[in-house]
């Protein structure tokens, strides 16, 4: 897996390349837009991580002539800008997920790995959750192995949960997920699906948490 | 939280109007006591003159009575006549009459004698007579026509007073108009300077009632062209300070993102040798260090909401309808991963009516944000954080409630200043939280206030819009027209 980081500051590109080369990825690491330009010409990269601000040429500049090759590499921008307009430019050029500075080290790098999933899988039809893994292709999921015996309607329920692991899904979100399958899904429907789920994965150590007047979460797995 | 408002200074005692009556009124007021003189002398010289003809009048009928029987002179007076020349309308007539050798012959003996008996034919002068200022006529006559070595001397006075009355009523009519027309000009002069000063009024009103972030230029069309000076070089003057304020925020700004970067570097850096370092001191050294690093970090990002909540200029700031419900779910949820962590039980209550308030939504976010924040930082592990949305009552209204350690009641409103800190609380922060909240509320027209939860645990702090249709203080319109 080879990963490009464009950075102009040192201590933190420095940081990012130790980090990364420590979870066994290719790490190579530039400091000027111009020559990050350059060798994205040349070679293929696995991921881009991407600062904005660079000398010599522009990040959201780097990535238009990135995209305009028809590059499909995913692409983490990395800011020191928060405002919704540049956070729109670089989805809307191309960018795959952004995140501002400072960010927690744990997160990146789950982004990068969920980047680089999603990157190889071409749409990434695998969530995984701890030792519960969701086939989203296959519609199956298993928890350690064991096939888990779940219904359509739990198993998109359960997709909802794992593609916002460790956020809350609100009931709108999970009603608007099974709709196709019931013509009405009310919120009493989503209790009993929610709970017949907590009741297979609990033995496991997965909770789905209720938040108050907001919706469930899933909880984040131990190890992720 | 009230905004101070200085308080009047004190009142110039010369004020515009004062002066423009003084310099109107006094030179009236000279010209008029001058006038008065001179009308007064004027007035004398006629009545006199009117007066005196009167007064010849009455010592020529005597003089045509005065006769020569046997070498005797008399004079012929009938009882009539005296009665007349005693009771005269303008005051009693005294009269003598005299021979050539100033010999008595009838009337007063004592009236006064001429100064200079032998001037004039016919002589005037004020003299006293039984203790009161007479005017007098000296009428020389000859005893026979064309004769002159025999004179008879015919006197005849009266009251001065008669006159003096009349000169001063004439006086009075004259004057008392003139009096009239300086009270009214000076009336006139009151209103009108008032009425010229109106527009300074309205200025003053316009600019008193202004928030302090409205620093847009003032209007100038209505006002009178001597006063279009004034305001064009304040507007000069708005229009440097929004350009410095701006000025100012646009530093915050970009010194906080240039920090991020340095920050993000140093944070990555602490995390690897966390991971790294062995147990015992060093991991412990870089505990600390991480913990400085996030204390930074959300001094950095607090510095740059506050330069962006703070008075908008010269940035465009979209104002939008926003269903606070919505909003403050959205924001409640984001912090649940972070309540989670700290195991706080956070929740939200909405009731079933939309809460559309009218504003920017990044920047209420980061006002929710902030709120949240405080309360998932202040409330101790097993604690309760609940976010209310309600759109009864005096306005939309978002309240954050906790059961927390609670604000004591002297720290409530200081929470509000910058870098303030609750004394005790232990858990890191810088003290800008409410202040953007405070900052960001203001600009929305929004009421923010704190009190204690429900029997006396906790804190509840709740943030009140104003009605949407309702006026907005001016302030949610200053952020539409952006």
């Given at each position: 897996?080879?990963?490009?980081?464009?950075?102009?500051?040192?201590?933190?590109?420095?940081g990012?390349t130790?980090?990364?080369r420590h979870?066994?990825?290719?790490?190579?690491?530039?400091?000027?837009?111009?020559?990050?330009?350059h060798?994205?010409?040349?070679?293929?990269?696995?991921?881009?991580?991407l600062?904005?601000g660079?000398?010599?040429?522009?990040?959201?500049?780097?990535?238009?002539?990135?995209?305009?090759r028809?590059?499909?590499?995913?692409?983490?921008?990395?800011?020191?800008?928060?405002?919704?307009?540049?956070r729109?430019?670089?989805l809307d050029?191309?960018?795959d997920?952004?995140?501002?500075?400072?960010?927690?080290?744990?997160?990146?790098?789950?982004?990068v790995?969920?980047?680089?999933?999603?990157?190889?899988?071409?749409?990434?039809?695998a969530l995984?959750?701890?030792?519960?893994?969701?086939?989203?292709?296959?519609?199956?999921?298993?928890?350690?192995g064991?096939?888990?015996?779940?219904?359509?309607?739990?198993?998109?329920v359960?997709?909802?949960l794992?593609?916002?692991?460790g956020r809350?899904?609100n009931k709108?979100?999970l009603a608007?997920?099974?709709?196709?399958?019931d013509?009405?899904?009310?919120?009493?429907?989503?209790?009993?699906?929610?709970?017949?789920?907590?009741?297979?994965l609990e033995?496991?150590?997965?909770?789905?948490?209720?938040i108050?007047?907001?919706?469930?979460l899933?909880?984040?797995?131990?190890s992720? | 939280?009230?905004?101070s408002?200085p308080?009047?200074p004190?009142?110039?005692?010369?004020?515009?109007r004062?002066?423009?009556l003084?310099?109107?009124?006094?030179p009236?007021?000279?010209?008029w006591?001058v006038?008065?003189?001179?009308d007064?002398d004027?007035?004398?010289?006629?009545?006199?003159?009117?007066?005196d003809r009167?007064?010849?009048?009455?010592?020529l009928?005597?003089?045509?009575?005065?006769k020569?029987?046997?070498?005797?002179?008399y004079?012929d007076?009938?009882?009539?006549?005296?009665?007349?020349?005693?009771?005269?309308?303008?005051?009693?007539?005294?009269?003598?009459?005299?021979?050539?050798q100033?010999?008595?012959?009838?009337?007063?003996?004592?009236?006064p004698?001429?100064?200079?008996p032998?001037?004039?034919?016919?002589?005037y002068?004020?003299?006293?007579?039984?203790?009161r200022?007479?005017?007098i006529?000296?009428?020389?006559?000859?005893?026979?026509?064309?004769?002159?070595?025999?004179?008879?001397?015919?006197?005849?006075?009266?009251?001065r007073?008669?006159?003096?009355?009349?000169?001063r009523?004439?006086?009075?009519?004259?004057?008392?108009?003139?009096?009239?027309?300086?009270?009214?000009?000076?009336m006139?002069?009151?209103?009108?300077?008032g009425?010229?000063?109106?527009?300074?009024?309205?200025?003053?009103h316009?600019?008193?009632?202004?928030?302090?972030?409205?620093?847009?230029?003032?209007?100038?069309e209505?006002?009178p062209?001597?006063v279009?000076?004034l305001?064009?070089?304040?507007?000069a003057?708005l229009?440097?300070?929004?350009?410095?304020?701006?000025a100012?925020?646009?530093?915050i700004?970009?010194?906080?993102?240039?920090?991020?970067t340095?920050?993000?570097?140093?944070?990555?850096?602490?995390?690897?040798a966390?991971r790294?370092?062995?147990?015992?001191?060093?991991?412990?050294?870089?505990?600390?260090?991480?913990?400085?690093?996030?204390?930074?970090?959300?001094?950095?990002?607090?510095?740059?909401?506050?330069?962006?909540a703070?008075?908008?200029?010269?940035r465009?700031?979209a104002?939008?309808l926003?269903?606070?419900?919505?909003?403050?779910r959205e924001?409640?949820s984001d912090?649940?991963?972070?309540?989670?962590?700290r195991?706080?039980?956070?929740?939200?209550?909405?009731?079933?009516?939309?809460?559309?308030v009218?504003?920017?939504?990044?920047?209420?976010r980061?006002?929710?944000n902030?709120?949240?924040d405080?309360?998932?930082?202040?409330t101790?592990?097993?604690?309760?954080?609940?976010?209310?949305?309600a759109?009864?009552?005096?306005g939309?209204?978002?309240?954050?409630?906790?059961?927390?350690?609670?604000?004591?009641?002297?720290e409530r409103?200081?929470?509000?200043?910058?870098?303030?800190?609750?004394?005790?609380?232990?858990?890191?922060?810088?003290?800008?939280g409410?202040?953007?909240?405070?900052?960001?509320?203001?600009?929305?027209?929004?009421?923010?206030?704190l009190?204690?939860?429900?029997?006396?645990i906790?804190?509840?702090?709740k943030?009140?819009?104003?009605?949407?249709?309702?006026?907005f203080?001016?302030?949610?319109?200053?952020?539409a027209s952006?």
């Amino acid at each position: 897996m080879k990963i490009l980081i464009v950075e102009d500051d040192p201590v933190l590109a420095d940081g990012l390349t130790r980090s990364l080369r420590h979870a066994e990825y290719a790490v190579d690491c530039l400091n000027n837009g111009a020559e990050a330009d350059h060798v994205l010409a040349a070679q293929s990269y696995d991921l881009v991580i991407l600062d904005l601000g660079l000398p010599g040429l522009d990040g959201f500049e780097v990535l238009r002539r990135l995209r305009r090759r028809g590059a499909a590499a995913p692409v983490l921008v990395l800011t020191a800008r928060d405002g919704l307009p540049d956070r729109v430019k670089g989805l809307d050029l191309g960018a795959d997920d952004y995140m501002i500075k400072p960010f927690d080290l744990p997160e990146l790098e789950a982004r990068v790995r969920a980047l680089i999933r999603r990157g190889q899988t071409g749409g990434g039809s695998a969530l995984a959750h701890g030792a519960l893994v969701l086939d989203t292709a296959g519609r199956r999921a298993t928890l350690a192995g064991e096939p888990l015996d779940l219904s359509a309607r739990e198993l998109g329920v359960l997709e909802v949960l794992m593609m916002r692991s460790g956020r809350v899904v609100n009931k709108e979100q999970l009603a608007e997920q099974l709709y196709g399958w019931d013509e009405e899904v009310g919120p009493n429907a989503i209790e009993v699906y929610v709970h017949r789920l907590r009741r297979k994965l609990e033995p496991a150590g997965v909770s789905i948490r209720t938040i108050r007047g907001l919706g469930y979460l899933l909880e984040k797995a131990p190890s992720a | 939280m009230p905004e101070s408002r200085p308080a009047t200074p004190p009142r110039s005692q010369t004020t515009l109007r004062k002066q423009v009556l003084a310099w109107l009124c006094w030179p009236l007021l000279l010209l008029w006591s001058v006038s008065s003189v001179v009308d007064y002398d004027i007035a004398n010289r006629f009545v006199n003159l009117a007066y005196d003809r009167a007064l010849l009048e009455s010592a020529l009928d005597i003089g045509r009575q005065v006769k020569v029987l046997k070498e005797r002179i008399y004079v012929d007076l009938p009882e009539v006549a005296v009665q007349m020349l005693q009771s005269r309308e303008s005051g009693r007539l005294y009269y003598r009459v005299t021979g050539p050798q100033n010999d008595y012959i009838t009337g007063e003996p004592d009236l006064p004698p001429p100064p200079d008996p032998f001037s004039e034919r016919v002589n005037y002068y004020d003299d006293q007579y039984r203790g009161r200022p007479v005017r007098i006529v000296t009428l020389q006559l000859p005893l026979e026509p064309g004769k002159t070595e025999r004179m008879v001397m015919v006197q005849v006075a009266e009251n001065r007073s008669a006159r003096n009355d009349f000169a001063r009523q004439i006086l009075l009519r004259m004057i008392l108009p003139q009096a009239l027309l300086i009270v009214v000009a000076g009336m006139m002069i009151w209103y009108a300077v008032g009425r010229g000063l109106a527009p300074l009024v309205t200025l003053r009103h316009e600019i008193e009632n202004r928030s302090h972030r409205d620093l847009s230029a003032l209007p100038e069309e209505q006002a009178p062209q001597e006063v279009r000076p004034l305001i064009h070089a304040m507007n000069a003057l708005l229009e440097r300070l929004s350009a410095a304020l701006a000025a100012q925020q646009r530093f915050i700004a970009d010194a906080a993102h240039q920090l991020r970067t340095p920050i993000a570097g140093l944070k990555t850096q602490t995390e690897l040798a966390l991971r790294q370092a062995p147990q015992g001191e060093a991991q412990t050294t870089l505990r600390q260090l991480q913990s400085g690093t996030e204390r930074t970090t959300r001094l950095v990002n607090q510095l740059l909401s506050l330069a962006r909540a703070e008075p908008l200029i010269g940035r465009v700031q979209a104002s939008e309808l926003i269903d606070l419900r919505q909003l403050a779910r959205e924001a409640t949820s984001d912090w649940v991963p972070r309540a989670l962590e700290r195991n706080v039980d956070l929740g939200f209550d909405a009731d079933s009516h939309a809460a559309h308030v009218q504003g920017n939504s990044f920047l209420l976010r980061e006002m929710l944000n902030n709120v949240l924040d405080n309360a998932v930082r202040y409330t101790q592990p097993g604690g309760q954080v609940t976010v209310r949305v309600a759109a009864s009552g005096s306005g939309p209204t978002v309240s954050v409630e906790d059961n927390g350690p609670g604000i004591p009641d002297g720290e409530r409103a200081r929470v509000f200043e910058r870098f303030y800190r609750v004394l005790g609380t232990g858990a890191e922060g810088c003290g800008l939280g409410l202040a953007i909240v405070s900052e960001i509320a203001q600009s929305h027209g929004a009421q923010v206030s704190l009190y204690p939860g429900i029997g006396g645990i906790g804190t509840v702090v709740k943030i009140v819009f104003p009605q949407l249709g309702g006026n907005f203080d001016g302030q949610a319109s200053e952020l539409a027209s952006m």
